[in-house]
């Protein structure tokens, strides 16, 4: 499974809205559209360390690595050997 499928897969499956035909691209961000909260963002931490292997130091906890399934593709590659 490719990272982007992966990951959109986590956020459809912890999605805080409750309507069947969410839609959203790799690029729209998250939590404008108000489709997660912060809770979401604890857990897709903890996803995201456990899943891939890594660690998420405390500087890189920026939302902008985490607000687009690009952004969070882009973050795990450069953590790691998905490259």
Known sequence: MQLHEQIREFILANLV????????TNDDNIFELGFVNSLFAMKLVTFI???????IESDEMEISNFNTINNI?????SKSVYK
């Open 73 to 77: 593709v882009n973050f795990i590659q």
């Open 17 to 24: 809205v409750f309507d069947d035909d969410v839609d959203f």
């Open 49 to 55: 360390e456990s899943e891939f292997r890594l660690t």
